[in-house]
Each structure stands twice: as structure tokens, then as C-alpha cells.
């Protein structure tokens, strides 16, 4: 492997409830040259969320005065006031530290970073097995009602459409087999860098 893997980026992006999250903090606990892009959004904070941990919260006023900055490297009001972004100064801070960016996106924010990343980057598309497999998944969290539940199954079947878009699809219909075909890819990736 380079010693200089500065500026490589991987993209992860799924609709809510694929597995993504799982399948990206299997890949942090396996390659330690990854590190993982906090980004930042508008949503509160759900229990058991940590401020520049699992993002960096910020009301929609904040938000927009940040991309009124030039901030970020790419944001999207997902849904209304409830914008997402990647901040330019936390992929220089993973860079500095000699390491790989790992993104965990939205859809069109990965379609987005590939673009700006181009061949410095891969990107891969988590999917459910089905739209109803990801119904179940989303309404074994207890987190949505039924409005918010058909949201997000209408946004995931609209952001299944872009799946073709990514470098890899992986359909995450066993764990397991899930986890040995992100590790493969990501090995594979760093290997040739």
C-alpha cells in the first residue's frame, strides 16, 4: 500500500433503514486508516446522539449561514428544515491526520461527492432487498409514525432509482454476506491506492 492515501475518499450511501450505519462501523473497526465524516445537519438530536460524534447539530438558522459561507462541501435539505451537509474544514481535518475519508451519506449527497471527488473516490450503494423488507426494518425502530414511515419508504423507492449511479451496489439481504462484500471492496480499493 501508498504511505500517501491523502485525499481518498469512500462513499456510503443507502435509503433509511438498508443497514448502512452497521455496515460502516464494521468498516472503521477494521481498517484503521479509515475515518469516519461527521456531518452536519438541522434535525434535533435523537436520544443517545452525540454532538460531533454522530453529527455536528445545528439549528436551520446556523446551517444556512454556514452554506451562506461556502462551508460545505455538498448539502441537501432532505426534508423540509432538515438540511444535511459535509463540512469542508472536517474532510481537511481527516486528511491531515493521513487518513481516508469515510462518508455516510444520503443518496444525493454520495451522487454529489463522487462528482466533486471524481477518481479519488469510490462510492457505494447499500440496498434493501425490497421496499417491503425495508418497511419492516424501519418499523422495527419505533422511531417513525405511520406519516413519517411512508415518507421515507416513498423517498427510499425514489432513491433506489439512483442505485446505478454508484460505483458498487450491495444488496443487504444477509449481514454477513453484506459485510464480507463491503470489506472485499474497500480492501481491494485501498490496496490499489
Not at 449527497?109 to 424501519?138: D, H, M, T, W, Y
Request: proline fraction near 3%; glycine fraction near 4%; include cysteine.
Amino acid at each position: 500500500m501508498c504511505d500517501d492515501i491523502r485525499q481518498k475518499v469512500i462513499i456510503v450511501s443507502a435509503p433509511s433503514g438498508a443497514g448502512k450505519t452497521t455496515l460502516i462501523k464494521h468498516l472503521l473497526a477494521t481498517f484503521p486508516q479509515l475515518e469516519f465524516s461527521v456531518s452536519a445537519c438541522s434535525r434535533p438530536k435523537r436520544e443517545n446522539e452525540v454532538d460531533g460524534k454522530d453529527y455536528y447539530f445545528m439549528d436551520v438558522a446556523a446551517f444556512k449561514q454556514k452554506i451562506n459561507e461556502n462551508a460545505f462541501i455538498e448539502w441537501e435539505e432532505v426534508y423540509p428544515n432538515h438540511f444535511y451537509g459535509t463540512l469542508k474544514e472536517e474532510i481537511n481535518r481527516i486528511w491531515n491526520k493521513n487518513h481516508i475519508v469515510l462518508f455516510d451519506v444520503d443518496v444525493k449527497g454520495g451522487i454529489n461527492l463522487k462528482k466533486i471527488f471524481r477518481q479519488k473516490a469510490i462510492s457505494i450503494f447499500i440496498s434493501p432487498p425490497s421496499l417491503e423488507v425495508l418497511k419492516q426494518r424501519l418499523m422495527n425502530r419505533h422511531t417513525e409514525t405511520a406519516e413519517s414511515l411512508d415518507i421515507r419508504i416513498e423517498k427510499a423507492s425514489y432513491e433506489m432509482t439512483f442505485a446505478s449511479q454508484f460505483d458498487y451496489i450491495i444488496v443487504n439481504d444477509q449481514l454477513e454476506n453484506a459485510i464480507t462484500e463491503i470489506s472485499d471492496i474497500v480492501h481491494h480499493w485501498i490496496d490499489g491506492i
